[in-house]
């Protein structure tokens, strides 16, 4: 039998949507997946500060990293004069691609090369192959640890924080001051901000969130260069007191903390280290060229305000074209380009990110031309693996990817002959070379050593690659025949990185970029026979990536300028600064070499398996409010085991108790430990409606169950069977009805999105739903439900978007279903559930952009942020068909579109335009539109305002 027509029962499926999450970001509407394709069997290694997470594939390097953490633990001890009160969870990866798969952080790119969670106080790293990389990056996480049980001890401090902490740059200077982790590329950035005066004031750097994006790096060394500074004027133990002075002012101030511990404030303590570091760069200005003086800078000047970098150049075969990465699009992508004023060709890659490929490798090489041009060749993520990709650049299509069974690949590069491909990849403990045979399919391993080597570049003859290698005394050049028998060291100057070497066209020589006579990178050429080093630049700030023409007549690098890289030419004979110096080995022949990684048996003997302990994550509320609904408060305690594979959330909601019978809450659990994803929602939970005068709650009461299995980073399905009982309550009126639901939710998900600060930015995100009940008995519902949710978001730049949303639906069957529409999460222009039946759609436009960053307050590290406009449009309905026995349209009509009588205007579709403000306020997320509403033939005059609280589509 059909329901009377007073009674709505359906959840609204237009927001506002009560969708009760745990953090995973993948469980229920939206977000991207973690797929995972090992089943890690975890154990657990205890050492005095550390216990050591680890699984059986990579147990050959737990005892180096106990070393190396002890070490690192007492260097942090020792420089901050402080140490945590409990030991530190260590969780360790074979390789990046292993890590991402953790559920410990939703979200892990290639820029992610390890993290400290603060909750937990555990870190989490991946090996890499490069042992001196893992150690740094090591030393600098167990610091984080250290300042977390510096400045949040307890969860109360922990809350308070989240408001007033100690500003970003001490927090991240700190970390590496410790690890005394001076990068060439951080001495470049830091020089280059120096030159170009784009020095920050500390007081500034409060919060890196209100930064321009490509500004984020020149932050952290900043913060480095302070901490050192401050070490260098005030004493070895003057970071330790800093910290100390600070912890004991309760705003966190660093003005106040300078005071006490060396009687000086932050602006003069700003512009004395600001001093301190012209001082130290400017002179050089003197001296050195800027990428104008010394080459062709081909990338446009005015992008440079954009945040654009152009990197990883490769000559095509006449080299008229380079073939460049770029993040000139939303993502990084392959540009052609003119070598000789740098127009752009074509985007090659344009579109494929999350559909061909997850993203680049742009660590590396980058990307390769074949000997003829026809092809590019290059490194992505797809899927838990890095593959090699090979594309016709005439077709502009992918025609092999190599599904290569090593991790972390990179610079892949192809020979003369375009027969084989030279890579770098992981396997265990060794970063090696490897060539693949295009033809036979066969891969080769060429190095087997700890040593970690990349970068392959072929001899014009093919009977060579030139590489990279990492040694216990730096990166030197390295050089193996193509077939394995023959290997030769070419260069050998201690404490020096020699790195990105590239053959010249005919063989005679290697470019390449080094450290050696200063401390950024500048280029060089070895002489194959004479085996004599030439510095080829004197730069400023530095080269990256230098390759010859294939006629020898250029050469093209990446240089940096104002915080961002360039692509760069200069014809050849390339210039010659300080005498060559002869590159010879160590008396004696002898290179002390870095040592194979090994556990003993006993220590393995002494690990234990893991087992699972729940400790609280974050307790955590958020707020939705829309004008002419109810506010609603939604509180989170999560809890998980240590390495987050299983979730636990208890929710509430406590605005509007004022009985035991008011009390809305629920309880879930998800297991995220193998690919296939399940779990349990038990819950009692109401919603207000209102339908025209007309208002009552409903309450949903019962469980269901939750499977979901991810096809890729960005598609999945999912299944929920339910069980629920329904009851509603008028308010106005003393009628309840009650009703059961038995069923389940089919749904495919797809998710491409990439977020800005405050809401997605570009990509497009889908969802289609069926929901289908079965009538067990009389009073259980039975109806067919299908929704199709589309969203797309549009990249303008780096702070402007384009958000479109398309929502429909219908219900079926013996008991269909009513959706709303109206209020301003959905329908604005009109009150909320203004309109309501078992068919829907609405269709909303938003052009998004920033009005104002952030707003520095007198209270130290609070600023107030997140003002941003939008103008909008909007349109849609909802309606009924005339035979389902309820309403047609919300005045009880048949329902029309539109109406050319008279002229073309819009009937029972209604639609509205208008503008607005956000503004992210702590926890709340506050929304105001000014909304006019119009059909097409006229416009209400007097707009309609919304108030809501709550997070965009």
Known sequence: MSLPDKVVPKTAVILPLIILTISSGAVFGFGMNKVRDFDFDWRILETENFDIYYYEDEEF?????????????????????????????????????????????????????????????????????????????????????????????????????????????????????????????????????????????????ENFYYLPPWDIYLAYQLGHSAMDYMAETYGSDAVATFLREMRRVHTRSADEALKHAFNIGLDEFNEDWQLWLKRKY???????????????????????????????????????????????????????????????????????????????????????????SNFVTFAAKKGTRDRIFIVDVIKRKIVRRLDIPYSDLESPAFSPDGRYIAFSGLEGQYRDIYIYDLTTGKTTRLTDDPESDTYPDWSPDGEWIVFQSESIDGTHLKMISADGSTEKQLTFTPEVEDTSPSFSPDGKEIIFVSTRNTSIKNIFTYDLTTHMVTQRSNLLVGAEDPKYSPHGDMVAYSGIEKGLYQICVLDTPLPVFYEPVLEQAPEGGVVTPLHPLTTSEEVAEETRKYGIKLTTDYVASSFSYTTGGVFRNYTEIALSDMLSNHRFAF???????????????????????????????????????????????????????????????????????????????????????????????????????????????????????????????????????????????????????????????????????????????????????????????????????????????????????????????????????????????????????????????????????????????????????????????????????????????
Not at 299 to 307: A, I, N, R, W
Not at 348 to 368: I, N, P, R
Not at 728 to 751: C, H, K, N
Not at 934 to 944: A, E, H, L, R, V
């Open 61 to 205: 390097i737990i005892e180096f990293v106990a070393e190396v953490a002890e070490e690192a633990y007492e260097q942090a001890k020792e420089k901050l004069e402080f140490e945590p009160k409990s030991v530190v969870p260590l969780i360790i990866y074979k390789s990046r691609r292993e890590m991402e798969q953790t559920n410990i952080l939703d979200t892990i790119g290639e820029e992610i090369g390890g993290f400290a969670e603060i909750m937990h106080r555990r870190v989490v790293l991946p090996y890499s192959g490069s042992q001196e990389e893992f150690a740094k990056t090591l030393t600098h996480e167990i610091t984080h640890i250290f300042t977390f049980d510096m400045f949040f001890a307890n969860f109360g401090s922990l809350l308070a924080g989240s408001i007033i902490s100690p500003p970003m740059w001490a927090m991240e200077g700190i970390p590496e001051y410790v690890s005394e982790h001076w990068t060439p590329e951080g001495i470049q950035t830091l020089r280059d901000a120096v030159i170009n005066d784009n020095l920050y004031h500390l007081e500034d750097l």
């Open 282 to 372: 400017l002179p050089d200005i003197a001296e050195k060229d800027t990428l104008k003086e010394y080459s062709n800078r081909l990338t446009s000047y005015e992008e440079l305000k954009d945040g654009i970098s152009y990197f990883r150049p490769s000559f095509s075969a006449s080299g008229d074209l380079i073939a460049c990465m770029s993040n000139r699009g939303r993502f990084v992508d392959i540009l052609l380009i003119n070598s000789s004023d740098g127009t752009i060709f074509e985007n090659l890659t344009e579109g494929w990110a999350y559909k061909k490929y997850d993203y680049f490798v742009y660590s590396g090489s980058g990307v390769d031309f074949s000997a003829d």
């Open 651 to 953: 929710l509430f909601d406590l605005t509007s108790v004022s009985s035991f019978e008011d009390i809305d809450a629920a309880f879930q659990y998800f297991n995220l430990s193998h690919r296939f994803n399940y779990g349990v929602t038990l819950l009692t939970w109401r919603d207000y409606y209102r339908i025209n005068e007309r208002r009552y709650w409903e309450r949903l009461s019962g469980a269901d169950f939750y499977f979901a299995y991810p096809f890729s980073r960005t598609m999945r399905v999912e299944i929920v069977p339910f069980s629920y009982l329904r009851k509603y309550d008028f308010i106005d009126e003393p009628t309840e009805m009650t009703r059961y639901l038995l069923g389940a939710d089919f749904s495919f998900v797809r998710d491409t999105a990439l977020w800005g600060y405050y809401h997605p930015t570009s990509g497009s995100r889908m969802q289609f739903t069926v929901e289908q009940t079965i009538p067990v008995a009389e009073d259980f519902l039975y109806y067919t439900d299908l929704v199709l949710d589309a969203r797309k978001y549009i990249y303008l730049s780096q702070r402007n978007s384009i958000a479109t949303r398309l929502v429909l639906g219908t219900s079926l069957g013996r008991d269909p279903q009513h959706y709303y529409l109206g209020g301003g999460f959905s329908l604005r222009g009109y009150p909320f559930n203004a309109f309501y039946g078992s068919r829907f759609f609405l269709a909303n436009v938003e052009l998004r952009f920033p009005i104002i960053d952030a707003i520095f307050t007198s209270i130290p590290g609070f600023a107030i942020g997140g003002f941003r406009g939008l103008f909008f449009f909007d349109i849609g309905s909802a309606w009924s068909p005339v035979d389902d026995g309820g309403v047609k349209w919300s005045g009880g009509e048949k329902f029309d579109f539109w109406d050319t009588e008279g002229g073309f205007h819009l009937v029972h579709a209604k639609a509205s335009f208008g503008t607005g403000l956000r503004w992210a306020l702590g926890y709340f997320d506050l929304r105001i539109d000014w909304a006019w509403t119009t059909d097409f033939q006229s416009i209400n005059k007097k707009p309609y305002v919304h108030f809501t609280i709550g997070p965009e589509f």
